[in-house]
Nanobody
Framework: QVQLVESGGGLVQAGGSLRLSCAAS????????MGWFRQAPGKEREFVAA????????TYTNSVKGRFTISRDNAKNTVYLQMNSLKPEDTAVYYC?????????????WGQGTQVTVSS
């Protein structure tokens, strides 16, 4: 059974930083695309960032480019999202997800989410 557990969320002032972690079990994440998504109150879930199975390609939504960095530690089977220069509009529940296959960007397993709140 695949499980993804996010951690690292919290309350931070605008301009601050947080690093989210997503620990995976039941799947070796080095063989899959990993992604981060977020959902703000009253809004649809949106894509934030993704990293290819071989770490060669990273993709970001425009609003976080230059501020967020996705990475992974295959030895720990964990993916990270480093978030710098946080803004109040980054407030959301953040979810990590793993893709269906090595080259797919369709995600089949999701974590339970971690709350990020950025105060102005």
């Amino acid at each position: 059974q695949v499980q993804l557990v996010e951690s690292g969320g919290g309350l931070v002032q605008a301009g601050g930083s947080l690093r989210l972690s997503c620990a995976a079990s039941g799947r070796t994440i080095s063989r899959y695309v990993m992604g981060w998504f977020r959902q703000a109150p009253g809004k649809e879930r949106e894509f934030v960032a993704a990293i290819s199975f071989n770490d060669i390609t990273t993709t970001y939504t425009n609003s976080v480019k230059g501020r967020f960095t996705i990475s992974r530690d295959n030895a720990k089977n964990t993916v990270y999202l480093q978030m710098n220069s946080l803004k109040p509009e980054d407030t959301a529940v953040y979810y990590c997800a793993t893709s269906q296959s090595m080259f797919s960007y369709t995600y089949d397993y999701w974590g339970q989410g971690t709350q990020v709140t950025v105060s102005s």
